[in-house]
C-alpha cells in the first residue's frame, strides 16, 4: 500500500494512520514514498520518479495533503496525480459525527465530484496584459461517467436522491451538456429521484435545510467550493474524507490542506485521514476494519473531552489517536 505522508500536518496525522492500522492488526504494508515540498527540496522535483513506481505496482494508496509551491511552473501535485492516473471520480462523504458542535445534525451527504474536466483542465490564454482566458471543458463521456457513478452509488447503498448541480441556465453549452447527459443518465435509474439544482441555490439550500440532500453530483469546481461549504456545514476541515477514483486505481486523502499555520504543534485533528483510511479499507474489501474504525472515531467523538482544538477540545493529535485505539481494543 502506498503512503505519502505530504506537507504540513500530512506527517503527524498520518502517523495515526498508521497507529490505528496496527491496532487493527490489518495485514498492509506500508510503502511509504515522499511527494510534495520535501521531496522538492530534496530532488527538485515535487512528485519524484519513485512515487509513480509505488503507485504503478500497489495501484491503492493514502495521501497527506500536499502543497504546491506559489509561482510559475509549479501544477498542482493532487491535480498532477488526477490527470496522470485518469482519477476521475471524486467521491466526498459528509456526515455529521458523535456530539461534534456543527451547525447543523443529522446531515449525511456524499458528494461526487467530477475530477478531470471543467475549469480545472488548464486551458487558459493570456490574450494581452490586462485579458486572460479560462476555458471550461466539459465531455460528454466524464460526465457521463461521473453521473453513473454517483446514481451506481445510490442504488448500492440504498440512498434515494440524487440532485444533479450546474449553472446550465447561464452556461447554457458547457453546463447544458452537462445537464442534458445527467438527464439522459438518471432516466435508467426511475427507482431514484432525481433534482436538478441551480449551483447559487444549492449553496443557500446546504446551509439553510442541509438534510434535504442525500446525494449530490456535479463539476468539478462547483465540487471543490460545495464541499468545503459541507465541511463547514458539519464541523470543519478535519472532518471530511476524500477519495480520487480511477479504473483500476484509488488515492484516498483527506479533503483539508497542508494547515501550515498548525503544522509541526501536534494539534491536527486525524478524523478526515482515519476516515479515508476507512474508505481505503471498504476499497480493498476489508469492510469489517473499516466499520471499526467509523465506530471508534463516533463514539469518541461523542464526548466532548475527546475533541481536538479545531473541535473547541484540547487534546493533541497524539492523545486523540490514543483514543480511538483503545476504543478500538476494546
Ligand atoms: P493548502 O495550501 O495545503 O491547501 P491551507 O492553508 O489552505 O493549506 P487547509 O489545510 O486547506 O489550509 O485548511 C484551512 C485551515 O483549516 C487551516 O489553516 C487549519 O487551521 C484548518 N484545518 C485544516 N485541516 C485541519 C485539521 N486536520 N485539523 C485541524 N485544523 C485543520
Ligand atoms: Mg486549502
Redesign the pocket.
Known amino acids: 500500500m502506498t503512503l505519502i505522508p505530504g506537507?504540513?500536518?500530512g506527517k503527524e496525522?498520518t502517523v495515526a494512520v498508521k497507529r490505528v492500522a496496527q491496532a487493527l492488526n490489518t495485514a498492509i504494508v506500508w510503502d511509504e514514498v515522499v511527494a510534495g515540498q520535501e521531496a522538492f527540496d530534496q530532488t527538485g522535483e515535487l512528485i519524484p520518479q519513485d512515487v509513480y513506481a509505488s503507485l504503478d505496482k500497489n495501484r491503492v494508496a493514502l495521501k497527506g495533503?500536499i502543497?504546491?509551491p506559489i509561482g510559475h511552473g509549479f501544477r498542482s501535485v493532487n491535480v498532477s496525480l488526477r490527470k496522470h492516473y485518469n482519477l476521475h471520480t471524486n467521491i466526498r462523504p459528509i456526515r455529521v459525527l458523535g456530539q461534534i458542535p456543527a451547525l447543523h445534525r443529522d446531515v449525511d451527504i456524499v458528494l461526487f465530484r467530477e475530477n478531470t474536466e471543467d475549469l480545472y483542465a488548464g486551458v487558459e490564454e493570456q490574450i494581452s496584459p490586462d485579458e486572460a482566458h479560462s476555458i471550461k471543458i466539459i465531455t460528454r463521456q466524464a460526465t457521463e461517467r461521473i453521473v453513473r457513478a454517483a446514481y451506481e452509488y445510490a442504488v448500492a447503498n440504498d440512498r434515494h436522491s440524487v440532485a444533479i448541480v450546474t449553472k446550465a441556465n447561464i452556461m447554457k453549452l458547457s453546463d447544458g451538456l452537462f445537464l442534458k447527459v445527467a438527464r439522459e443518465v438518471a432516466e435508467g435509474y426511475p427507482q431514484i429521484e432525481t433534482r436538478e439544482v441551480l449551483v447559487d441555490n444549492m449553496a443557500m439550500q446546504l446551509v439553510m435545510k442541509p438534510q434535504q440532500f442525500d446525494v449530490i453530483v456535479t463539476e468539478n469546481l462547483y465540487g471543490d467550493i460545495l464541499s468545503d461549504l459541507m465541511a463547514g456545514l458539519i464541523g470543519?476541515?478535519?472532518l471530511v474524507p476524500g477519495a480520487n477514483i480511477g479504473d483500476d486505481i484509488a488515492i484516498f486523502e483527506?479533503v483539508?490542506?497542508?494547515?501550515?499555520?498548525?503544522a509541526g504543534k501536534e494539534?491536527?485533528?486525524?478524523t478526515?485521514i482515519l476516515l479515508a483510511f476507512a474508505d481505503l479499507l471498504d476499497y480493498i474489501s476489508l469492510q469489517d476494519d473499516a466499520k471499526k474504525i467509523r465506530e471508534a472515531l463516533a463514539l469518541v467523538l461523542s464526548d466532548a473531552n475527546n475533541f481536538?482544538?479545531?473541535l473547541g477540545g484540547d487534546l493533541s493529535t497524539t492523545a486523540f489517536t490514543d483514543r480511538i485505539i483503545s476504543q478500538l481494543l476494546k
Request: aromatic share 0%; glycine share 16%; net charge negative.
Open positions: 506537507d504540513g500536518i496525522i495533503p502543497t504546491t470543519g476541515l478535519g483527506a483539508h490542506g497542508s494547515a501550515p499555520d498548525i494539534i491536527a485533528n486525524p478526515a481536538t482544538r479545531d
